[in-house]
DNA sequence: AATGAATGAGCATTCATTCAT
DNA sequence: AATGAATGAATGCTCATTCAT
């Protein structure tokens, strides 16, 4: 409960201030609690960032499966869906998902403990994997053209992290508001249409 | 000439260590001047920060303007050059590209000079536009279906951010090379397959 | 019995770690209690530390002594008792011994509550008075030259605590084994030749 | 100059609080800088101590070299001269002196820098060869009995540092002063005369 | 213009100690 | 009696920044 506290206000103030600028002491501020007791529940700073970025990436992963799994939707259904998916994780914490789309690279992850690091990586091959898991079958089932699977699986993803990111950026000069859902929704129709025979 | 140096030193020392991670000090060794020197030409670190991303947006910039300005192209045969322009800036300087693409959010952009902060939106502004321009144009000569241009612009501006982001994340865990450029293109073919009519 | 191995475990983390490095939590770890347990028994640090220190000077005054109220052995053979003495209590606890030979200056004894502080300063006035009687005994037997029997004392302690002090920091660059007992021998030996008349 | 001042701090604060005791605020502030500043001299908390310890043993290698040296004196006068140059060494800074005696024990060389290490290691086998060797040419002369050299030499050093730190503990209960001097005299003339030959 | 020297303001982290249970 | 949980108070160390020269 104190360290679903820690990161919940761990959460917060990396999103706002990143992950140089956040202070123990933001965080221990945040949570109602002395500096000191953070370092009861996580060995420092990195492992509590660590922490924070993993339960951001079983969201993702949970939530990609969630829609690849079910049985009720046919594969272009499927992909359509992914969209919503996506955003409902964005809605949910956009903050948080931003921050770890930005940290997640290989420059943050120096440093951490193997464990947490393999972890991390292993939910990414996780949910692109299931991604391309979903293309492959598309084009198995002779519905898209014979494209690299994994390939369509990268360029889903990247809109998606990159229209995140791209949304941040652009609230700064253009307050057009609530574009994300819609172009997502867009960018997978188009992705879709290209692949599709015919 | 000193600003340059300054500049150079600085694109490889906050590439390789992130902007909290690079150090003043780091940046003067590399330029083989002394740390007091680049308060001379840089107000400050954000401000030095700033320029170098300056530096690489201007890049960008004149990349997409360029393949949207040639005469010899048609629409689509321009749409399909913009990977490649991409790839091009890439291929100069990775890692200050993805430093940028990173910290070009709202959150880094705090605390500039009001001055240096419009400037980099407004490059953000000009490339959107270049690009969406090409699109609207798809869009009159009865090419593309109508789909808003500034939406399809965005799609493609993250999906080019989002996948030499992820590039940096993937090599960390599936050593594969070179996948960006063929993956560039193959984004770009599938949304403007997916634009176009019948 | 609490006490007791709480003590035995400060002992073995003090002598590795010194008085600075050790930390209570290590203690505790070591006695297999929680450190709060360790506070019902002990004010604090330094009275847990002093107890400890109180203990080996027991033991060392108790060894003097014994040796000094020997009946079936003369001035001489008392003395030449001593190095013997000295190094049974070495044997014993070598490492809490260095520990408390270092420690057992001023620095150390200030802030201190006062009864601990004078008890351990009688059981030094002790075991030096029980060595100087052994001296003035042997002067006024007419064995020795007229010195100072207490600055006799002191000698005599001062090569002891000397010996095992140097012994620690010759371990370093002299991997010479077991010097010690031969030159705590050797050094009485000297000594008391030098004191004798004729 | 500045170094050398920040090292007069130290000295003085290290040897009132001990190594752990003192804090790099605590020698700023008595040397009048800020505590960053000692960085610039000194890369941490334990070079600076080495240093310090390095500064007090050079002292005592050069005083023991210069007593053996002379060329006007016998053997047995350079003896009976050595208790006199460690007077003068404790004279010139008795507090930093004890510190270093207390402290050049294995336990505070971990750590180290190897460089920092060996040479304090070598200035130790520098003064005791340098004293062994006097006695072991007072044996070949046919002045003192066989005895070995090395061990006569510890036994010399052990009184010197052990008197020293003794006279410290010994301030505590018994204020008489300068027993020093006189009881260090005196140990060497015990021992010198429990050589001599007849 | 260039810099060596200096520092104020922080920051992660540690640890002796307390206290409700 | 025993302890898990919590923390106040330090502490070593870093770094952007300034300024006299």
């Known amino acids: 409960m104190r360290r679903k506290a820690i ?5 917060k103030v990396f999103a706002t201030k990143g992950f140089a600028g956040a202070t123990i002491e933001n965080i221990a501020e945040q949570a109602e609690f002395s500096p000191a007791t953070i370092y009861i529940y996580f060995k420092n700073k990195d492992e509590l960032h660590a922490s924070l970025s993993l339960q951001m990436l079983n969201i993702l992963a949970q939530k990609v ?8 939707l046919g594969i272009e259904e499927k992909i359509k869906a992914l969209p919503l998916a996506f955003y409902e994780v964005y809605e949910r914490d ?8 930005r940290y997640q690279s290989s420059e943050a992850l120096k440093g951490l403990s193997p464990e947490v690091e393999s972890e991390i990586r292993n939910k990414a091959r996780q ?7 979903l293309f492959e ?7 898209f053209y014979k494209h690299h699977p994994v390939a369509v699986a990268d360029i ?27 172009t997502l929704e867009l960018s997978v129709d188009l992705i879709s249409r290209g692949l599709k025979k015919e």
């Open 127 to 133: 949910y692109i994997s299931a991604i391309s898991n």
């Open 7 to 11: 990161l919940d206000a761990a959460k």
């Open 94 to 101: 956009p903050l948080n998902l931003m921050h770890v789309l």
């Open 65 to 72: 499966e969630d829609v690849c799994q079910r049985k009720d």
């Open 137 to 143: 079958e598309g084009i198995r089932q002779g519905l």
């Open 156 to 182: 889903v993803w990247a809109v998606f992290a990159g229209l995140v990111l791209w949304e941040d950026t652009k609230k700064g000069f253009d307050p057009q508001k609530d574009f994300l859902k819609s």
